[in-house]
């Protein structure tokens, strides 16, 4: 392979702009999510409340990002996206605001959390669907890793910038700098030539809402994919927002702490969209999501029960990258196998499950944490993901035979 052809989707204009855009204003979001998770914790001192933002944060997706899905398929996706980019400035400024106040309340902060909640419904099948139209289908897989090597990059960057800034700064800076960032991915879209195309005509809502359910019926090993996401999502994902508990009560860590603790996750996750981008096509995508799921839940059981700092940091490393690993590929898998009049109401229904669902996992973690604990709760969660992802492996197996 050419050097080339490992970052061959940067070859194009428009996603050179997309992605280093996306790449500044990303961090500034992960800023945003530690300081935001340090915040309710330091209000509360409570699990739940960590789950309920983070649920209010993702429900919205759970309730609209199909609707996102249709608006997408209609409208111009480069307009689309640069509108929720420019309503996404108003909660990391208010939050700023409010908290270099000091009158800021846990409620206010599950409403912003909610309203960006909403922008992203509109905003992830936009972007999702609009990543072939600028690259096309053979630079796809390319793209995607590309994207997510960006997401996963200010993962590893921003949440080690929020610690300390959170130290030095204080809460309210991590919130100004997400704000600013909003704008340096609203100029990198205004430069973009492709608008986005609009790939279908009303057959009115209800036919165009089930049309996308109707193909996933029929296509199983779409299906497959998306029922192994959904338990990710319900029972995997959520893990993350609970990491201040782990910092502050198992680790005594304190913000510089969680910061580390979440960009070991962020380097695992970075290294495999790395991987993949440069491995280029996936010969056996099935395989290669089986093992994927595999390592995922099995790291995060072990960093569940391990009560040693630089343990947990080694098996979160794993677990970012087993789960970017399996997202990356299933994403590119189904956006291939749907026909374009299809895709952004399909990749709708991936971020459904892939994002949708996390909400419901945060509020039952968080609810029942209060009695089990919360590394109890996570390492059963665990077990949930590893009896998915062997069933997954299982199906793979038999394909073979």
């Excluded at 500034?28 to 209000?43: E, F, I, R």
């Excluded at 912003?112 to 690259?135: C, K, Y």
């Excluded at 130290?167 to 700098?177: D, E, K, N, R």
């Excluded at 993949?276 to 839940?297: E, P």
Aim: charged content about 10%.
């Amino acid at each position: 392979m050419k050097d080339s052809d490992r970052v061959s989707a940067l070859y194009f204009r428009d996603f050179r702009l997309f992605w280093f855009g996306q790449l500044i204003s990303l961090s500034g979001t992960w800023m945003q999510s530690v300081a935001q998770g340090w915040l309710v914790y330091s209000l509360t001192k409570s699990p739940f409340y960590l789950g309920i933002v983070a649920a209010a944060s993702t429900l919205p997706i759970l309730l609209f990002t199909l609707i996102g899905g249709i608006v997408a398929d209609r409208f111009m996706k480069r307009n689309l996206i640069i509108l929720t980019q420019a309503l996404s400035i108003i909660p990391a400024l208010m939050l700023g605001i409010l908290t270099d106040l000091n009158i800021v309340t846990v409620y206010q902060v599950i409403l912003f959390a909610a309203f960006l909640g909403t922008v992203n419904a509109f905003d992830v099948p936009a972007r999702q669907s609009f990543i072939v139209e600028m690259v096309g289908k053979g630079h796809l897989l390319n793209a995607i890793a590309l994207n997510s090597a960006a997401f996963n990059g200010a993962r590893l960057i921003g949440p080690v910038i929020a610690g300390l800034t959170i130290a030095y700064l204080g809460l309210p800076a991590c919130f100004y700098l997400n704000a600013a960032s909003f704008v340096a991915v609203i100029i990198a879209l205004s430069m973009i030539r492709v608008r986005g195309e609009i790939t279908i005509s009303s057959k009115g809502f209800l036919k165009d809402f089930t049309e996308s359910f109707h193909f996933i019926k029929e296509q199983k090993d779409i299906l497959y994919i998306i029922i192994l996401i959904a338990i990710f999502s319900l029972f995997g994902i959520p893990f993350t927002s609970f990491l201040p508990v782990f910092a502050e009560e198992i680790f005594n860590a304190g913000p510089k702490g969680l910061g580390f603790l979440v960009s070991a996750t962020g380097l695992g996750a970075f290294s495999a969209a790395i991987m993949i981008a440069i491995k280029g096509d996936i010969g056996n995508k099935w395989r290669y999501m089986s093992v994927a799921g595999l390592c995922f839940s099995l790291s995060l059981f072990v960093v569940s029960v391990s009560k040693v700092f630089w343990l947990s940091l080694v098996f979160l490393v794993f677990t970012g990258w087993g789960i970017v690993s399996f997202l990356a590929t299933a994403n590119s898998f189904i956006q291939l196998s749907t026909p374009d009049n299809l895709r952004g109401r399909v990749i709708s229904i991936y971020s459904l499950v892939f994002l949708g669902f996390t909400p419901i996992g945060n509020f039952l973690i968080g609810a029942v944490s209060h009695s089990l604990g919360t590394t109890n709760v996570v390492a059963g969660a665990a077990l949930f993901c590893l009896a998915g992802a062997v069933m997954f492996f299982i199906r793979h197996l038999k394909s073979e035979n």
